[in-house]
């Protein structure tokens, strides 16, 4: 059964939103203006997307700018998350490390064909996998290395190249953005039932079909997201993604 699109669905989800935003206040978290405009924005996003797909997906130029325009977007997203200084834009190598490889695959197998139809959303749940890893990547192995300075100092008295002993140090932190994606793909079909898999359903696919769609999304999410995360980690560990 698919929602309804009137104005009972748009009262529940101002409150919803609302809610979110309250319990973040009264909690301190410090989110909740960040929450409301997520919403707000998120509407506004799927509004325009929403009008634009249908000419979006009928030619090849228009599609490629859509993709790159996702592209674009997550990079600014993940970099600015990582880092507030000019080196946010290395966060464009991890995301693009990951998802072109998988994306070239895809197409190359004939898997997904050159159809806006389905090349867009296979393209922006990769992206959106990258973008998360990349962010959480990123910022854990850049507040390991701020924390723990003094034993990174201690690997380079003990004649460690700085980008080993950072490795070192960072590399259990940056690990823990795969936690989400493993966690995920563990408990498929028993905790949860990824969106894939019920927009299938809801598509009129077989429930074999749709099982083999969501299995081929958690296993290229894995892929992307291992490829993204181990990238943001040689940034850092370089000195290219930096805070100072």
């Not at 797909?53 to 997550?74: K, N």
């Not at 300075?149 to 190249?161: D, I, K, Q, S, T």
């Not at 793909?185 to 696919?205: D, I, K, S």
Request: aromatic share 4%; net charge positive; no cysteine.
């Amino acid at each position: 059964m698919l929602l309804p699109v009137n104005i009972t669905l748009g009262v529940v989800l101002a409150l919803l939103l609302a809610a979110a935003a309250t319990v973040a206040a009264l909690a301190s978290l410090g989110r909740a203006r960040e929450i409301l405009l997520a919403g707000l924005r998120a509407a506004v996003q799927l509004a325009a997307v929403s009008l634009l797909i249908g000419w979006v997906v009928r030619s090849l130029p228009p599609l490629l700018g859509f993709v790159a325009l996702m592209y674009a977007v997550a990079v600014r997203t993940a970099g600015r998350r990582i880092t507030r200084n000019r080196t946010w834009w290395w966060a464009a190598l991890p995301i693009a490390a990951g998802v072109v490889p998988v994306v070239a695959l895809l197409l190359l197998t004939g898997l997904v064909p050159v159809r806006g139809i389905a090349l867009i959303p296979v393209t922006g749940i990769l992206i959106g996998g990258a973008l998360t890893a990349t962010v959480l990547g990123g910022r854990r192995a850049l507040d390991e290395l701020t924390t723990r300075r003094g034993e990174v100092e201690a690997g380079m008295a003990l004649g460690l190249l700085d980008r080993d002993a950072r490795l070192e140090i960072a590399r259990p932190a940056a690990s823990d953005a795969l936690l989400p994606g493993l966690d995920q793909t563990r408990t498929v079909g028993l905790v949860t039932l990824p969106g894939a898999f019920v927009g299938m359903l809801l598509g009129g696919a077989s429930p074999v079909q749709a099982g083999a769609v969501q299995l081929f999304v958690l296993v290229a999410l894995m892929a992307v997201q291992a490829v993204a995360v181990t990238t943001v980690l040689e940034l850092v560990a370089r000195g290219r993604l930096h805070r100072v």
